[in-house]
T-cell receptor, first 115, second 111 residues
Framework: NAGVMQNPRHLVRRRGQEARLRCSPV?????VYWYRQLPEEGLKFMVY????????ESGMPKERFSAEFPKEGPSILRIQQVVRGDSAAYFC?????????????FGPGTRLLVL | SQQGEEDPQALSIQEGENATMNCSYK?????LQWYRQNSGRGLVHLIL?????REKHSGRLRVTLDTSKKSSSLLITASRAADTASYFC???????????FGTGTRLTVIP
């Protein structure tokens, strides 16, 4: 069984560029969550998606950040015009049901460094 | 919504000793989960305890939950050097769609 896959594992961008982070959930899981982790801190929720729908984006900045989970293909977290403060580890998690009823399975993360 | 708070922030013990980490939270929850994170890696799910459970065991792990005190503890018995990692509690709050993570306890097990 393949777990949650994220790529790239490491991403370096210059200020102003775009960052695209991809997440393939566990096969059969239709719920995807994105979290951000700053150094020495816990994970902070960003967005929760089901196939083709954003269910809760209350933790995601309104500007420059967007997320999608298309019918086919991985979930994408996109950060436009990156700034140094976007440097962090971004984790994706998936579950077969809404997170309150099931364990969330985490991917290895994408570490974004903005120069 | 409130994150969990772990204490201590850092813990250093000798191999073979037991390690206890605590987590406190502020709201009503459906369940509480503990995760481990090795440095620079993703999170590994350790154990989930539901709000109507008081204690749960998994191998060398023992988790307790006291909903009246809004607190949980994770006990690792007979620790090993490989247990060195950060440990996070995460609460699933009633009505929320996501998990709320604490700031973590960094455990170092000295061989």
């Amino acid at each position: 069984n393949a777990g949650v896959m994220q790529n790239p594992r490491h991403l370096v961008r210059r200020r102003g560029q775009e960052a695209r982070l991809r997440c393939s959930p566990v096969k059969g899981h239709s719920h995807v969550y994105w979290y951000r982790q700053l150094p020495e801190e816990g994970l902070k929720f960003m967005v929760y998606l089901q196939k083709e729908n954003i269910i809760d984006e209350s933790g995601m900045p309104k500007e420059r950040f967007s997320a999608e989970f298309p019918k086919e293909g991985p979930s994408i977290l996109r950060i436009q015009q990156v700034v140094r403060g976007d440097s962090a580890a971004y984790f994706c998690a998936s579950s077969p049901l809404r997170g309150s009823q099931e364990t969330q399975y985490f991917g290895p993360g994408t570490r974004l460094l903005v120069l | 919504s409130q994150q969990g708070e772990e204490d201590p922030q850092a813990l250093s013990i000798q191999e073979g000793e037991n390690a206890t980490m605590n987590c406190s939270y502020k709201t009503s929850i459906n369940n509480l989960q503990w995760y481990r994170q090795n440095s620079g890696r993703g999170l590994v799910h350790l154990i989930l305890i539901r709000s109507n459970e008081r204690e749960k065991h998994s191998g060398r792990l023992r988790v307790t939950l006291d909903t009246s005190k809004k607190s949980s503890s994770l006990l690792i018995t007979a620790s090993r050097a490989a247990d060195t990692a950060s440990y996070f509690c995460a609460t699933d709050e009633t009505g929320a769609n996501n998990l709320f993570f604490g700031t973590g306890t960094r455990l170092t097990v000295i061989p």
